[in-house]
């Protein structure tokens, strides 16, 4: 007999789907509830867990999860997937960029949460404990909020755990994207935050890292762009998600491994100083050099008050689209852009 699991009021059973609500946090007159399906197959098998939506404008990968959970069929699975499309359902209601506006903190780096601190630290202690502890495996979607563009690719958690970290590296590799990005601690990272902040582009904090370093291989996707669902996007998701699930034997099928992948690393966030219009040189995907002039930062004037030049030989994965630029950092717009080494 195939045991059930239980998340929240949500029960599967075997050789069905169920589509429920995960109550995650209480506000004053009303509750925070993450849409939640479990489908369970009728043999035995593995646990994937997916969540998507940590942002609540990057689209590709909340509608990939949304496909996904509707039409996959128990009937034809062994063990159990677990997704979540909408992780910061708040986000998602108010088109909030990278925070969850009731409390105004990213949930991207607050794992593994704290039941005893502001809301977003509540969700992620639930995610961590109640969901992606139960999984054998965990994928995290993200890819761009809406105010960015970005090269796609996977994260790839580096715990010095080598078995882990090789079962990490095969579940990215179910992804038909072009790059990994090893990623570290902070403690063990020459990633630099931009001047004036602490915003790093390091593994801390990350749900795939709270779970690989608990001995649960993980990865993340990043695929999308400026608040669009675009069917390109969101098939890297689908389609890396149904290889996953062959990869796992949870579905039938020989998966395909996407191995001939460059890996990023050393990533950094450059930022501006100044404040005014910012107009961008380079697209991402750009290869860069070091010194090279990559935006301005004009007056209202049209003159250049400022140019952002590149700190490292490198690509630009990650770039912010807005033209406002503040001088200095915010939670939505802690840099300009996010260039890496490329191997
Ligand atoms: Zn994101």
Redesign the pocket.
Same mark, same amino acid.
């Given at each position: 007999m195939t045991a059930s699991i239980q998340i929240g009021d949500v029960k599967s059973s075997p050789g069905h789907s169920v589509h429920g609500s995960f109550k995650v946090a209480e506000r004053a007159a009303s509750s925070i509830e993450l849409p939640i399906s479990i489908i369970q197959g009728k043999s035995e098998g593995p646990t994937l867990v997916i969540v998507a939506g940590?942002?609540g404008c &990057?689209y590709s990968g909340i509608v990939a999860a949304v496909k996904l959970a509707h039409e996959l069929n128990a009937s034809e699975m062994m063990g159990t997937v677990i997704i979540l499309p909408l992780a910061n359902p708040v986000a998602f209601d108010t088109r909030s960029l990278?925070v969850n506006p009731i409390d105004q903190v990213n949930p991207?780096g607050a794992y593994p949460g704290d039941p005893g601190a502001t809301v977003t630290f509540q969700i992620a202690h639930k995610i961590l404990n109640e969901v992606a502890l139960k999984g054998d495996a965990v994928v995290h979607l993200?890819?761009?909020?809406y105010n &960015?563009a970005l090269v796609p690719f996977n994260y790839v958690p580096i715990t010095g755990n080598g078995l882990v970290d090789s079962r990490s590296s095969q579940l990215a590799s179910c992804f038909p994207v072009s790059y990994h990005l090893n990623a570290l601690p902070a403690a063990k990272s020459n990633s630099v935050p931009p001047v004036g902040t602490t915003y790093a582009v390091t593994a801390d904090g990350t749900l795939y890292w709270e779970v690989a370093t608990r001995g649960i291989p993980a990865t993340m996707l990043?695929a999308g762009k400026e608040g669009k669902a675009d069917k390109e996007t969101v098939s890297i998701h689908y389609d890396g998600l149904i290889n996953v699930m062959k990869h796992l034997g949870i579905l039938a099928g020989t998966p395909r491994y996407h191995r001939s992948v460059k890996t990023l690393k050393n990533p950094v966030l450059v930022a501006n100083r100044r404040a005014g219009l910012f107009i961008p040189k380079t697209e991402y995907g750009d290869v860069v050099k070091r010194g090279q002039a990559l935006g301005e930062i004009w007056n209202f004037r049209g003159e250049v008050i400022e140019t952002i030049k590149s700190p490292i030989d490198g690509m630009v994965v990650c770039r912010i689209n807005f033209a406002a630029a503040d001088s200095y950092p915010t939670q939505t717009q802690p840099y300009l852009f996010y260039i890496t080494e490329v191997e």
């Amino acid at each position: 007999m195939t045991a059930s699991i239980q998340i929240g009021d949500v029960k599967s059973s075997p050789g069905h789907s169920v589509h429920g609500s995960f109550k995650v946090a209480e506000r004053a007159a009303s509750s925070i509830e993450l849409p939640i399906s479990i489908i369970q197959g009728k043999s035995e098998g593995p646990t994937l867990v997916i969540v998507a939506g940590e942002h609540g404008c &990057e689209y590709s990968g909340i509608v990939a999860a949304v496909k996904l959970a509707h039409e996959l069929n128990a009937s034809e699975m062994m063990g159990t997937v677990i997704i979540l499309p909408l992780a910061n359902p708040v986000a998602f209601d108010t088109r909030s960029l990278f925070v969850n506006p009731i409390d105004q903190v990213n949930p991207y780096g607050a794992y593994p949460g704290d039941p005893g601190a502001t809301v977003t630290f509540q969700i992620a202690h639930k995610i961590l404990n109640e969901v992606a502890l139960k999984g054998d495996a965990v994928v995290h979607l993200h890819g761009a909020d809406y105010n &960015e563009a970005l090269v796609p690719f996977n994260y790839v958690p580096i715990t010095g755990n080598g078995l882990v970290d090789s079962r990490s590296s095969q579940l990215a590799s179910c992804f038909p994207v072009s790059y990994h990005l090893n990623a570290l601690p902070a403690a063990k990272s020459n990633s630099v935050p931009p001047v004036g902040t602490t915003y790093a582009v390091t593994a801390d904090g990350t749900l795939y890292w709270e779970v690989a370093t608990r001995g649960i291989p993980a990865t993340m996707l990043e695929a999308g762009k400026e608040g669009k669902a675009d069917k390109e996007t969101v098939s890297i998701h689908y389609d890396g998600l149904i290889n996953v699930m062959k990869h796992l034997g949870i579905l039938a099928g020989t998966p395909r491994y996407h191995r001939s992948v460059k890996t990023l690393k050393n990533p950094v966030l450059v930022a501006n100083r100044r404040a005014g219009l910012f107009i961008p040189k380079t697209e991402y995907g750009d290869v860069v050099k070091r010194g090279q002039a990559l935006g301005e930062i004009w007056n209202f004037r049209g003159e250049v008050i400022e140019t952002i030049k590149s700190p490292i030989d490198g690509m630009v994965v990650c770039r912010i689209n807005f033209a406002a630029a503040d001088s200095y950092p915010t939670q939505t717009q802690p840099y300009l852009f996010y260039i890496t080494e490329v191997e």
